[in-house]
């Protein structure tokens, strides 16, 4: 059996503790606030769930990508795929903990944003949407937060990992139209789409 290397588990939970304990600590007001709108203002269950799922389950990643590290120098990357090579020659699972936490970013996004806004329902919209968030926040990373790094290969992941996202909602707005966004036609075929799928 290998043996754990304790310092690079903590070395992992210094860095994403963050946003797994902002996420648990927000689960139960996210929860609320979907009571809320559901009960209280009639709106269509669909449309909250996918709402809140775009705020909630990028908003910890966003505070993780934008918090400075005083103790790494700021560096910038342009080349594609020269910061992976240089990852990749380096511990396996610490390339693979990096490749999956920029795959996740914005897998929120990539998941609901289809979902809940008919325009964007087709995978090459949500990349391009994912790569100009990622770029967005690379670039407020590069003048803004001290000690963090500008990579066009995060860019290159965080765009991928919402198109994995989006194909993973695909059942749910692929029959959408440009049209369709008024919410009581979303529920209506947000709904016939998960009664099939669980009939099936």
Same mark, same amino acid.
């Given at each position: 059996m290998?043996? %754990? ?31 809320w ?9 669909? #449309? $909250? $769930?996918?709402?809140?799922?775009l ?9 993780? &990508? ?12 342009? $080349? ?5 090579? #240089? ?9 693979v ?5 920029? %795959? %996740? $970013?914005? #897998? ?22 994912? #790569?100009a968030?990622?770029? &967005? ?27 994995l ?30 009664a ?5």
């Amino acid at each position: 059996m290998p043996e %754990l290397d304790l310092q690079l588990i903590g070395q992992y939970w210094r860095a994403y503790s963050s946003v797994m304990l902002a996420a648990a600590a927000t689960a139960p007001l996210a929860a609320a606030l979907a009571w809320w709108q559901r009960a209280r203002l009639g709106r269509p269950l669909p #449309a $909250v $769930v996918a709402e809140l799922g775009l705020v909630w389950g990028t908003a910890p990643w966003l505070w993780l &990508a934008l918090l400075a590290d005083p103790d790494a120098p700021g560096r910038v990357h342009l $080349v594609p795929l020269s910061d992976l090579a #240089a990852l990749a020659r380096g511990p396996a699972d610490f390339f693979v903990v990096q490749v999956v936490a920029n %795959l %996740l $970013v914005f #897998a929120p996004l990539g998941f609901f944003l289809p979902v809940r806004f008919a325009g964007s329902a087709a995978c090459w919209k949500v990349l391009a949407v994912g #790569a100009a968030a990622s770029l &967005a926040i690379e670039t407020t990373q590069l003048l803004a937060a001290h000690g963090r790094t500008f990579s066009v290969d995060d860019i290159m992941l965080n765009a991928v990992g919402a198109g994995l996202a989006a194909l993973c909602s695909r059942p749910w707005w692929a029959a959408r139209r440009v049209g369709d966004d008024d919410e009581a036609t979303r529920a209506a075929e947000l709904t016939q789409h998960v009664a099939g799928g669980l009939s099936r």
